[in-house]
């Protein structure tokens, strides 16, 4: 699953001070079909040259599978590099951004087997609105996509990204999320984690709201809902509950 929430944070790319933020979070997926704990391992930083963020995805099945419990069942990575030389100008809000996102299947071998979870590379522009505190963040991107072995029917994807904390007044309540949305016709390539879906899907969904409370400076509780539609394997829209913690390093 994607975790892009902290590239809400990009905004503070605007500052003149570096700032860097690393977490871990563990979530328990309660979707029928998955079943699953999920590790993702964030990092942002900021400097002045602009922002970088990445994360990795592990995901981990706990079912009597034999295939699905031994280890590692899937590797996703994205790595992203916003660049902003003109923080202090009237367009400091405008930032130019480098994507890489790509991973690796380790599924049934019964069933849909090993495969890579194909190379996209994306380059576009970033836009932020934020509140005078830096509190309240909002992002949104538009950004050329180009998956390997994928026909796009229009290569844009569009990003949103948030965060409000004290939502409601409540201190150490923190709303944060990303939403993406892209088109994608089918594989030149052979792929099952398209091919699953037919391979005709024109339009692509994917988002994660979560809501966290901070208990002390290190430690969170909270969850996500993944909202899906013709994402990855899944044909048709899903919503996925998600409970977990997240330790800020």
Not at 73 to 84: P, Q, V
Not at 101 to 128: E, Q, R, S
Not at 228 to 243: E, I, M, Q
Request: charged share 20%.
């Amino acid at each position: 699953m994607y975790k892009k929430l902290l590239l809400s944070l990009g905004a503070i790319a605007l500052t003149v001070s570096a700032f860097a933020q690393t977490n871990l979070q563990t979530f328990y997926d309660f979707g029928k079909d998955r079943k699953s704990v999920t590790l993702t391992f964030e990092m942002f930083k900021n400097d002045n040259w602009g922002n970088t963020f990445f994360f990795i995805d592990e995901n981990i099945g706990i079912d009597d599978s034999m295939t699905q419990n031994v280890s590692v069942n899937d590797n996703y990575f994205e790595l992203a590099r916003c660049f902003n030389f003109w923080q202090d100008s009237k367009l400091g809000a405008f930032s130019l951004q480098l994507e890489y996102n790509g991973g690796l299947h380790l599924g049934d071998a019964t069933k849909d087997g090993i495969f890579g979870i194909n190379h996209a590379v994306l380059a576009g522009v970033d836009y932020c609105l934020h509140s005078n505190d830096w509190k309240d963040v909002f992002n949104f991107k538009v950004l050329y996509k180009k998956i390997r072995g994928a026909e796009e029917g229009i290569p844009l994807q569009f990003t949103f990204v948030w965060g409000i904390d004290d939502l409601f007044g409540a201190k150490g309540l923190r709303f944060s999320g990303f939403a993406d949305f892209w088109w994608q016709k089918h594989m030149l390539y052979p792929n099952p984690y398209f091919e699953t879906q037919g391979g005709e899907s024109s339009s692509i969904f994917i988002s994660e709201p979560q809501l966290w409370y901070a208990l002390g400076e290190h430690l969170n509780i909270g969850g996500e809902v993944e909202l899906a539609a013709d994402f990855g394997s899944t044909k048709g829209f899903v919503a996925r509950p998600c409970l977990g913690i997240k330790w800020n390093f």
